[in-house]
């Protein structure tokens, strides 16, 4: 199972979602390839933000190697589920592909816990070091699901 986790700038949301969904695939004995990405490139290359990485040091997970990168056509060949943290990263991912059967690939993170109700993982950027850690609250409740789902 190979699964892509996608927000908008690949340094908040989608690598503490990449991180953890890790975690738990290897400790739950699943065999799965997990990456992020984001829609915009403008931190292409840049570590995850530092509360990204602090909220994450703090749980037991290290995510500081990660680096930014923009999602390419490739990924929808690549990967099984593709999955959109926030309505306007699927919205974004449309605008990027353009095409009804790749989009197929791609999911609401959410909706793995609240099926069709448009939920987003709110992004954190402009908040405080608490907006990530109910970010990572979040993420584990999800990412908790994925793993029983698949395992
Ligand atoms: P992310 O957060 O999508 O969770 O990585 C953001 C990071 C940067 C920007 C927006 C969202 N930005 O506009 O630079």
């Known amino acids: 199972m190979k699964i892509l986790m996608v927000c908008l700038g690949n340094i908040c949301r989608s690598p503490m979602a990449e991180g953890i969904l890790s975690a738990k695939a290897i400790a739950a004995g699943l065999d799965c390839e997990i ?87 709110k992004d954190p950027y402009y908040g405080t070091k608490v907006d990530y850690e109910d970010v990572f609250e979040l993420l584990g409740e999800v990412c908790e699901a994925i793993v029983q789902k698949y395992r």
């Not at 943290?85 to 990027?96: F, K, R």
Request: aromatic residues 6%; hydrophobic residues 35%.
């Open 35 to 121: 990456d992020s990405a984001g829609t915009e490139s403008y931190h292409v290359g840049e570590a995850p933000h530092k509360n990204s990485i602090l909220t994450c040091k703090e749980n037991g997970i290290d995510i500081s190697h990660q680096r930014a990168r923009r999602i390419q056509i490739a990924d929808f060949e690549k990967y099984d589920i593709i999955y959109a943290l926030a309505t306007d990263v699927y919205a974004e991912i449309q605008a990027i592909v353009k095409d009804e059967t790749k989009m197929k690939k791609v999911q609401l993170l959410l909706d793995e816990v609240s099926p069709n109700q448009k939920r987003s993982v």
